[in-house]
C-alpha cells in the first residue's frame, strides 16, 4: 500500500475509533467471553450483555470451527468465521459485512487483526493468526548506550511525516484533514488508489499513511513525481503510530494462517509513540548511509511507510 492516495480531494472529515472492554465473564457466561477474546468479534460483546440480562444460557454460540489448536487441558473454543466478510467482493460489501458483525466499531489495530484473521484462516492443528504478533514494540528495544549516544547527531535533527497528494500543481486540496480508507469508504468516497487486496490481506484500513521526513527530505518514491502538495506533522507529537516496509506483495495471495505467520517472518515492522520510534530508528540507522533517509530504508528492510490509526488535521498544505 502505497503512502499517499489513501483519500482523494472530495475528504472532510476523519473520525478516531475506540475499542471496547468489558469486565472479566465467569460461569456461563465463560466460553462467550473466551470467544470474544479469541475471535475478536464485537457481535459476541452483544451476546454477553443479552446473557447476563436474561440470565441463561449454556456458554456455547453457534459458530463454524475453523479446526485452531487447542493446548492440552484447555476448554474447546470455537473460532467465529464471517462467511460473508470472506465472501464479500468490493470495499462496499465489506463494510456492510462488519456493521452487520459489528466490526465496524472496532479501532484501526483490532480491525487489521479481525481482517487478516478471516483471510487467513486456521487450518487443521493451527493457531489463529495474528498480525500484531508480528509488529514489535519500539520501547522494547535495548540498543547500547554507546549506539543511542553515536545517534544524538542523527536525532537532533527534525524528523517530520509527511502526507502527499494533489495532482494539480496550481490548486491545493481542498479538504483539511487526512482520512483513513475505511472512513472515505464509509462516506462514498473510495480510493482510486486502494483495492481489495488492501482490505483482505493486510486489513490497515483504519490507519492513514505518511513517509517520513529528516530535515525536510523524504526517501525515493516513484509515485512522488505524481504529487504536488504535502502536509507535515512534527513526528515528537505523534501519540501513536507503526511503520513497516510496504507489506502488500507478501500477502496478496492465499496462505492458511500457518502461510501467513511464515510470510510475515522476519518483517521489520515497530509500534510505539512518534518519539519512540524515531529514536528507534535513529539508533540503527545512523550508521547504514551518509544520507539518512535512504538509511531508513536499508534499516526498515524495503521502501517503508509510517501508519497513524484514524487522521491527522491539516493546518497547511505546502507546495512541493
Known amino acids: 500500500m502505497r503512502a499517499h492516495g489513501k483519500e482523494d480531494d472530495r475528504v472532510e472529515e476523519w473520525s478516531a475509533r475506540s475499542r471496547p472492554t468489558g469486565p472479566a465473564a465467569t460461569g456461563p457466561l465463560a466460553g462467550l467471553q473466551a470467544l470474544q477474546r479469541t475471535a475478536g468479534n464485537a457481535a459476541v460483546s452483544r451476546a454477553i450483555a443479552r446473557e447476563r440480562q436474561d440470565g441463561q444460557g449454556d456458554g456455547c454460540p453457534t459458530a463454524h470451527d475453523s479446526g485452531a489448536h487447542q493446548e492440552a487441558g484447555a476448554p474447546h473454543i470455537q473460532r467465529v468465521t464471517d462467511e460473508e466478510l470472506r465472501a464479500a467482493k468490493n470495499p462496499e460489501e465489506m463494510l456492510a459485512a462488519l456493521r452487520k458483525s459489528g466490526h465496524s466499531d472496532d479501532d484501526a489495530w483490532e480491525l487489521m487483526r479481525h481482517m487478516t484473521s478471516q483471510q487467513f484462516t486456521a487450518g487443521e492443528g493451527q493457531g489463529e493468526f495474528n498480525i500484531l504478533d508480528h509488529i514489535k514494540n519500539a520501547s522494547d528495544d535495548k540498543s547500547k ?112 494462517a500457518d502461510g501467513a505467520r511464515a510470510a510475515m517472518q522476519g518483517t521489520q515492522a515497530f509500534r510505539g509513540t512518534g518519539q519512540e520510534l524515531k529514536e528507534m530508528l535513529a539508533v540503527h540507522s545512523f550508521g547504514k548511509d551518509n544520507d539518512p533517509v535512504t538509511a531508513l530504508d536499508n534499516t526498515i528492510g524495503g521502501a517503508f511507510e509510517l501508519k497513524v490509526p484514524g487522521g491527522l488535521p491539516v493546518t497547511e498544505w505546502k507546495k512541493k
Open 145 to 256: 548506550p554507546i549506539r543511542k549516544k553515536m545517534a544524538a547527531g542523527l536525532m537532533a535533527k527534525r524528523w517530520t511525516i509527511r502526507h502527499y497528494t494533489g495532482s494539480d500543481p496550481t490548486t491545493p486540496p481542498s479538504f483539511m484533514d487526512i482520512a483513513s480508507t475505511y472512513d472515505n469508504a464509509a462516506a462514498g468516497r473510495a480510493s482510486e488508489h486502494t483495492n481489495v487486496a488492501d482490505w483482505r490481506s493486510l486489513g490497515n484500513i483504519k490507519f492513514t499513511f505518511y513517509l517520513v521526513a529528516v530535515d525536510g527530505r523524504v526517501p525515493p518514491r516513484k509515485w512522488l513525481g505524481n504529487t504536488h502538495w504535502y502536509a507535515e506533522w512534527d513526528l515528537d507529537q505523534i501519540s501513536e503510530c507503526w511503520v513497516s516496509p510496504d507489506l502488500l506483495e507478501k500477502m496478496n495471495k492465499p496462505m492458511d
